[in-house]
């Protein structure tokens, strides 16, 4: 009678924790990554058990990746319409070398210059200030000392325009590069 109730409660026992096991099993299937499956003890069932819950946070990390990085796709794809489809003229530049990484379609129109030249151009091509004047407002702009700036911009006709710039770091594609949104004052300072 004693074998018997010792076997009673241990299979009973063991059917709890392979009810917890198969209960977990069946959450993770149906996509339920949050639940952990407490199965205690030491032996071959609480190691499932730490295994399927090990599992099963490398699922909720991958999850959160993932829809972090849809939400950063969604962002870059907003940015990018904003970007392009505006009618400001608007740069990003590389804040140490000057470098033109992106322009959008209306700053090759007021420059003159086609798009795929204009990007990799050096805004010293287009500012008037000498280069280590230029280097200085950019410095400037990075560490947000400054963001509006007075300049005078060279087009590809060779015509010199008054502009106000509005310059501030943003970060694309895990590099800091300078928003610019430039607008002509020319005709306001005349």
């Known amino acids: 009678l004693l074998i018997m109730t010792v076997l009673f409660s241990t299979d009973r026992l063991i059917n709890q924790r392979l009810a917890a096991l198969h209960t977990g099993a069946r ?36 999850a959160a990746r993932q829809q972090e990085e849809a939400r950063l796709r969604e962002s870059a794809a ?17 804040p140490v070398s ?6 959008n379609p209306a700053a090759a129109t007021y420059y003159g210059t086609p798009l795929n030249q204009l990007i990799g151009m050096n805004i010293a091509q ?9 280097a200085r407002e950019r410095a400037a702009a990075l560490h947000e000392e400054r963001n509006f700036f007075n300049f005078q911009h060279r087009l590809a006709s060779g015509e010199v325009r008054d502009v106000e710039v509005y310059a501030t770091p943003t970060e694309v594609a895990d590099q ?11 005709a306001r300072k005349q």
């Open 176 to 186: 800091v590069l300078l928003f610019s949104i430039i607008h002509d004052i020319s």
């Open 98 to 103: 000057g470098q033109i990484v992106n322009a």
């Open 27 to 62: 959450a993770v299937a149906n996509g339920r990554f949050d639940l952990r499956i407490d199965v205690p003890g030491t032996d071959e069932l609480a190691d499932l058990a730490d295994s399927i819950n090990t599992m099963t946070e490398a699922l909720l990390r991958q």
């Open 126 to 134: 287009i500012n008037t200030l000498p280069p280590e004047a230029i």
């Open 78 to 94: 907003h940015f990018r319409q904003f970007f392009e489809g505006n009618s400001s003229v608007m740069l990003l530049t590389e």
